[in-house]
T-cell receptor
Framework: EAGVTQFPSHSVIEKGQTVTLRCDPI?????LYWYRRVMGKEIKFLLH????????ESGMPNNRFLAERTGGTYSTLKVQPAELEDSGVYFC???????????FGNGTRLTVT | GQQVMQIPQYQHVQEGEDFTTYCNSS?????IQWYKQRPGGHPVFLIQ?????EVKKQKRLTFQFGEAKKNSSLHITATQTTDVGTYFC????????????FGKGTKLSVIP
């Protein structure tokens, strides 16, 4: 079974630019999550999809972040416009059911300069 | 919101020594999960503990969930260089929530 894949693995952008991260969950996993780890800090929840619906987006920091999961398959997370504090590693994870163990992707390391 | 405190933040051990990381919460947890992230890698699920006082073993790893379900520990016996990485505990953020709150992690270094 293919794991969770994320693209790109690294992204370096300037403040004010836009970046879109993509996540392909494990096939058949209805639950898709986005988490973020800022340097030296804990992994923090951003949001949770069940199929194409946003189940919980309480962790989204502000309206510069937009997540979509059209068709309930892959998901994108857009940051527009990016700010310096958005730098970090963005992890996508999927699970078969809500509450079951998470399968993480390799993450996208975002650097905003 | 809920916080999960994890200590220590760093641990350097000689190969063959034991290692323990601890997680504590001020609230009762429905369950606690443990993940391991190798350097340059992503978090990988190790185990989930659900029952009060539960103890589970995976080879040299022993996981415990406290009687009050407010604390947990991961103990590694006779560490090996392959144990290097950051170990995270994680727990649901609230009743019925699928959002996980992670501890800050314990970064383990093993000196050969």
């Amino acid at each position: 079974e293919a794991g969770v894949t994320q693209f790109p693995s690294h992204s370096v952008i300037e403040k004010g630019q836009t970046v879109t991260l993509r996540c392909d969950p494990i096939s058949g996993h209805d639950n898709l999550y986005w988490y973020r780890r800022v340097m030296g800090k804990e992994i923090k929840f951003l949001l949770h999809f069940v199929k194409e619906s946003k189940q919980d987006e309480s962790g989204m920091p502000n309206n510069r972040f937009l997540a979509e999961r059209t068709g309930g398959t892959y998901s994108t997370l857009k940051v527009q416009p990016a700010e310096l504090e958005d730098s970090g590693v963005y992890f996508c994870a999927s699970s078969l059911t809500g509450g079951s163990p998470l399968h993480f992707g390799n993450g996208t390391r975002l650097t905003v300069t | 919101g809920q916080q999960v405190m994890q200590i220590p933040q760093y641990q350097h051990v000689q190969e063959g020594e034991d290692f323990t990381t601890y997680c504590n919460s001020s609230t009762t947890l429905s369950n606690i999960q443990w993940y391991k992230q190798r350097p340059g890698g992503h978090p990988v699920f190790l185990i989930q503990l659900v029952k009060s006082g539960e103890v589970k073993k995976q080879k040299r790893l022993t996981f415990q969930f406290g009687e009050a379900k407010k604390n947990s520990s991961l103990h590694i016996t006779a560490t090996q260089t392959t144990d290097v990485g950051t170990y995270f505990c994680a727990a649901p953020s609230g009743a019925g929530s699928y959002q996980l709150t992670f501890g800050k992690g314990t970064k383990l270094s093993v000196i050969p």
